[in-house]
């Protein structure tokens, strides 16, 4: 029997034997996937990562600047005045027991009467007293600011020191005794004395008037909550 011609013209698509459907079209392979690439990063050393640098920062101010460069923790005045009303109340303890040790003195004491719902009251007043208690607090002063604490009891209460203007450091026995002299004389003199007590409130170093003579500070070595 003759070959038949796999087709003509006009007929169709060729036929294969069992009618098998022609084999699908051979494509090109896909590409192989590449993974994502991404930054590398400097392994950590054997200690870990080293802490960020220091002064990234700047640190708290807590007072204005100091005649070195700087902030200075400046003590503010209700916090001096808080100190100097602890030290005022120990002297006023001192005097009034030296007080009732001279009342029998004569000399250089003030005799005073009062009558109050018709009972007569008599008081004295000892200048000696009062000349001891003034003598005894310079020397507490002195021993105590111009020692290395450089507190009295009373700062040492609310957390502040004197120190010198320029060095902030030790205030040293010569400048505390002048502190303490000038400070002194300042009580006796009423207005002048007031002026110097509040004169903290608006110094830019809250220095008060017998500070700023003999070139100190008091500044915080601690926060009192």
Known sequence: MPDEPNGSPGEGPPSFPGNAPP???VSAPPPPSVPPSYPSYPSAPNGGYPPPPQG????????GPGAAGGMVPYAGWGTRLGGWLIDAVIFFVVQAILGRLFRHVNSLTLHMTSTRSGVVHHTTFSFIALGVTTVLAIVYTTILCGGPGGQTVGMIAVGVRVVRDDTHGVLGYGLALGRAVVEQVFRYTGVVWLLDMLFPLWDKKRQTLHDKIVKSVVI???NVV
Do not use: A
């Open 56 to 63: 990234t920062y700047p640190p708290p101010s807590y007072g």
């Open 220 to 222: 915080r070595v601690r």
């Open 23 to 25: 084999p699908p079209p």
